[in-house]
T-cell receptor, first 114, second 113 residues
């Protein structure tokens, strides 16, 4: 297993377009998290999946954002009608059920909305 | 609500110095604390994971300590090198529910040759 993979690495889109990001967690990890990070800030929590169930969403996750994790494997994060304020690094992390083993992050997807 | 603070926000030092990076958290009821490194435009790389029952954790030139009662952790970097230049973040998981990580804003380290 090569860790957490995210695709694409970079995405430039025009305002108003829809974008979708993909995250492939470590295969035996049943927890999956999405975070957003803007320049000079630490990552901020967006949403959490336990297997295929989305159990927690941040207030940051407006109705333009949707996330899925079908079959408890990979996850997608979609942003509809993108705005310039959506420009950020989107990070995915996974963890085993026992969090004492720590969290593993992917390389992130850098979104630029022009 | 858990809050994590890292001070200072940035540090610039000459090569070879021993460094101490500070992290404080408001809720001492934590499972563990994790230190990460982030290079510009990249994701997070885990450096050290220290459990709530541990006082220290070491990896190479890095040593992390944890004092739960005072809500503090330090990351010690020995004999700093230009390759250590990066942003260092600490994070703790919330208790119950998602156990999501709460991060500090990070400390940007520059080691000058």
């Amino acid at each position: 297993d090569t860790g957490v993979s995210q695709d694409p690495r970079h995405k430039i889109t025009k305002r108003g377009q829809n974008v979708t990001f993909r995250c492939d967690p470590i295969s035996e990890h049943n927890r999956l998290y999405w975070y957003r990070q803007t320049l000079g800030q630490g990552p901020e929590f967006l949403t959490y999946f336990q297997n295929e169930a989305q159990l927690e969403k941040s207030r940051l996750l407006s109705d333009r954002f949707s996330a899925e994790r079908p079959k408890g494997s990979f996850s997608t994060l979609e942003i509809q009608r993108t705005e310039q304020g959506d420009s950020a690094m989107y990070l995915c992390a996974s963890s085993p059920w026992e969090v004492s083993y720590g969290y593993t992050f992917g390389s992130g997807t850098r979104l630029t909305v022009v | 609500k858990q809050e994590v603070t890292q001070i200072p926000a940035a540090l610039s030092v000459p090569e070879g110095e021993n460094l101490v990076l500070n992290c404080s958290f408001t809720d001492s009821a934590i499972y563990n604390l994790q230190w990460f490194r982030q290079d510009p435009g990249k994701g997070l790389t885990s450096l050290l994971l220290i459990q709530s029952s541990q006082r220290e954790q070491t990896s190479g030139r890095l040593n992390a300590s944890l004092d739960k009662s005072s809500g503090r952790s330090t990351l010690y970097i020995a004999a700093s090198q230009p390759g250590d230049s990066a942003t260092y973040l600490c994070a703790v998981p919330t208790q119950g529910g998602s156990e999501k990580l709460v991060f500090g804003k990070g400390m940007k380290l520059t080691v000058n040759p």
